[in-house]
């Protein structure tokens, strides 16, 4: 006997299914003939093996028919529990695309001016995740609405895109700061020319800039205590509430290398609670 189960692919790969048999008389009404199960009504062969599934134990109950208006008529059904094996595919899909996203964070600590090295990684992340995409859509069940691997993939190819445009938006800040500070200098080496600066026999002022501040110091002229020479690091604590001050191009990769594992680890929270529990 062969039968067809009718299974929903919106939870794949974390599916659970149950594939129900029922068996009614349609010669004989309630009055004239009534099945039931036996104890052991039910007995399996141990070599029985359902791919991609495991196979519980069969549950038996009685069953009222609606169907047709045969309620009339006794009924029995039978249930088989199918839970689809999650191994294979945590191997294939979730673990090798989480290794992709991780492996794109990496350019966050590649300096913005390698710019072959950071395009690379950051394409290299794209198309694998999209070769994943195609591979996937040939094992996923078809069906009208999106899978949870669908879901899966497409956040991990989001991530990687972002890391792309992270660069992107990088490249093109330090463009426009390297334009803006050519014709500062192109400026003062005008106003050098034309007389405006004073002599030579005057101490000449020079411009300190450390973190985003502005300091003048006069040349022979002993520093002040608002002077530092010397480069202060600040600690992680402060490092971390000034991780949204961007002064520079420079500093999106440094907030980024907080925001991206952050987001990422929310979406696994969210993802897994959502499909296993």
Same mark, same amino acid.
């Given at each position: 006997?062969?039968?067809?189960?009718?299974?929903?692919?919106?939870?794949?790969?974390?599916?659970? $299914?149950?594939?129900?048999?029922?068996?009614?008389?349609?010669?004989?009404?309630?009055?004239?003939?009534?099945?039931?199960?036996?104890?052991?009504?039910?007995?399996? +062969?141990?070599?029985?093996?359902?791919?991609?599934? $495991?196979?519980?134990?069969?549950?038996? =109950?009685?069953?009222?028919?609606?169907?047709? $208006?045969?309620?009339? @008529?006794?009924?029995?059904? %039978? &249930?088989?529990?199918?839970?689809?094996?999650?191994?294979?595919? !945590?191997?294939? *899909?979730?673990?090798?695309?989480?290794?992709?996203?991780?492996?794109?964070?990496?350019?966050?600590? *590649?300096?913005?001016?390698?710019?072959?090295?950071?395009?690379?990684?950051?394409?290299?992340?794209?198309?694998? *995740?999209?070769? =994943?995409?195609?591979?996937?859509?040939?094992?996923?069940?078809?069906?009208?609405?999106?899978?949870?691997? #669908?879901?899966?993939?497409?956040?991990?190819? &989001? !991530?990687?895109?972002?890391?792309?445009?992270? !660069?992107?938006?990088?490249?093109?800040?330090?463009?426009?700061?390297?334009?803006?500070?050519?014709?500062?200098? #192109?400026?003062?080496?005008? =106003?050098?020319?034309?007389? %405006?600066?004073?002599?030579?026999?005057?101490?000449?002022?020079?411009?300190?800039?450390?973190?985003?501040?502005?300091?003048?110091?006069? =040349?022979?002229?002993?520093?002040?205590?608002?002077?530092?020479?010397?480069?202060?690091?600040?600690?992680?604590?402060?490092?971390? +509430?000034?991780?949204?001050?961007?002064?520079?191009?420079?500093?999106?990769?440094?907030?980024?290398?907080?925001?991206?594992?952050?987001? @990422?680890?929310?979406?696994? &929270?969210?993802?897994?609670?959502?499909?296993?529990?």
């Amino acid at each position: 006997m062969t039968f067809i189960c009718h299974m929903s692919s919106g939870r794949f790969p974390m599916d659970s $299914h149950l594939c129900s048999l029922m068996m009614q008389s349609l010669a004989y009404p309630k009055t004239e003939m009534l099945l039931s199960w036996d104890e052991n009504a039910i007995l399996m +062969r141990e070599d029985i093996h359902v791919p991609t599934f $495991h196979l519980g134990t069969p549950l038996v =109950q009685k069953c009222e028919s609606s169907e047709f $208006h045969m309620d009339d @008529f006794s009924c029995l059904e %039978i &249930l088989f529990p199918l839970d689809r094996y999650l191994s294979k595919s !945590f191997l294939q *899909i979730y673990l090798t695309s989480t290794l992709v996203v991780l492996l794109s964070w990496i350019s966050f600590w *590649i300096n913005p001016r390698s710019e072959p090295a950071r395009v690379t990684i950051g394409m290299t992340s794209v198309l694998t *995740i999209s070769t =994943q995409v195609t591979g996937a859509m040939t094992t996923i069940p078809a069906g009208t609405n999106a899978s949870a691997v #669908d879901v899966w993939l497409a956040t991990c190819l &989001l !991530f990687v895109f972002a890391v792309l445009i992270e !660069f992107a938006a990088v490249s093109y800040g330090n463009n426009k700061l390297s334009k803006l500070q050519g014709k500062s200098q #192109d400026s003062k080496q005008n =106003q050098s020319n034309s007389g %405006i600066k004073n002599d030579d026999s005057k101490d000449s002022s020079m411009v300190v800039m450390e973190m985003g501040q502005v300091a003048e110091v006069s =040349q022979g002229a002993p520093p002040t205590s608002n002077d530092s020479y010397v480069h202060y690091s600040p600690g992680y604590c402060k490092r971390l +509430r000034n991780c949204f001050k961007v002064n520079e191009p420079e500093d999106m990769d440094h907030c980024c290398r907080i925001l991206f594992p952050t987001a @990422f680890i929310m979406f696994n &929270l969210l993802y897994w609670c959502a499909y296993m529990l």
